[in-house]
């Protein structure tokens, strides 16, 4: 069984796809069911959030200060004092 979908397009949407559908030489029912068709098979958005798309990178780098992870206040106040 077939379904049935009405879907409302703003005029000037709509007039393209039935010029496109017309040089097609479709209806435009059917480049409707093809643009469809086709937007399913792209891969579905990211729900992760950014960083667990890069958590294997967190703390791989290394930023020439000891203890940045534990002394960030210290560390910051230092360099806001100096200016930089």
Do not use: C, N, Y
Request: hydrophobic residues 35%; glycine residues 4%.
């Amino acid at each position: 069984m077939e379904d049935q979908i009405t879907v409302r397009f703003p005029r000037e949407l709509s007039k393209a796809l039935r010029e496109r559908a017309s040089r097609m030489r479709r209806k435009p029912s059917e480049v409707v069911r093809m643009a469809v068709s086709e937007f399913l098979q792209l891969s579905e958005p990211r729900t992760t959030r950014a960083a667990d798309r890069v958590e294997d990178l967190i703390g791989s780098l290394e930023s020439g200060l000891p203890e940045m992870a534990t002394r960030h206040r210290e560390l910051l106040v230092k360099k806001l004092r100096r200016g930089r």
